[in-house]
């Protein structure tokens, strides 16, 4: 029987993602501490993240046996460093200037917990920004776009010209890697409207 999922996030984003993959499912955004722990380096911190957003909303839940929970979460880095979101147009100014004309990576992780059980899968994308002017930056900020967004952009909005190219998941960089989500959810026996146990034998 296909169990119930959960959804730790109400990113508008991530729902779309799981939507259009052909699940059924409810959001229970978790609320949990999303500070950087000392020495910890992007790929601990983006999968202890997903880590503690499922387990998080589970223990909210009381860990009902036919609930699975879906935790993920997203940084932007750029040689080591983790790009957060923006405070004000200074510091996407600072931030869209680091990225201009380089490669950076999006690390997306994704992790379920069920039961007690939890697993886990950090995605990584490589992003090839064109070079761009100050102008642009200030423009796109007023746009609004990046405000709410790590690394002071979506890839999927209007900051997709910035975009030379990926080497990854283009889903990843929107919030969830679809194919290695699909592949995690099946191990928990949780299936979408389109693929069941057969699928994955």
Same mark, same amino acid.
């Given at each position: 029987m296909n169990k119930k999922l959960v959804l730790a996030s109400q990113s508008p984003r991530r729902k779309e993602l799981l939507a259009q993959l052909g699940y059924q499912f409810v959001c229970h955004p978790a609320d949990i501490d999303e500070s950087v722990n000392a020495s910890e380096d992007a790929l601990t911190y983006v999968r202890r993240m997903a880590e503690e957003k499922a387990t998080g909303t589970a223990m909210l839940l009381g860990q009902l046996t036919d609930h699975v929970i879906l935790g993920s979460d997203t940084c932007v880095v750029i040689n080591g460093k983790i790009l957060a979101k923006p405070? +004000? #147009?200074? +510091?996407? =100014?600072? =931030? #869209? !200037?680091? #990225? !201009?004309?380089? @490669?950076h990576q999006v690390l997306t992780a994704i992790a379920l917990s069920s039961k007690g059980r939890v697993i886990s899968e $950090? $995605?990584? /994308? +490589? $992003?090839?920004? @064109?070079? #761009? /002017?100050?102008?642009?930056?200030v423009a796109y900020w007023q746009t609004g776009e990046p405000q709410d967004k790590a690394g002071a952009y979506g890839i999927q909005g209007i900051a997709g010209q910035f975009v030379r190219r990926i080497e990854g998941s283009y889903s990843a960089v929107v919030g969830l890697p679809l194919f290695e989500t699909a592949q995690l959810l099946a191990k928990f026996d949780v299936y979408s409207s389109i693929n069941s146990i057969e699928t994955f034998k």
């Open positions: 405070a +004000d #147009l200074n +510091d996407c =100014i600072a =931030i #869209l !200037s680091l #990225l !201009s004309g380089q @490669k $950090v $995605v990584c /994308t +490589d $992003v090839y920004f @064109k070079p #761009l /002017t100050k102008n642009e930056i």
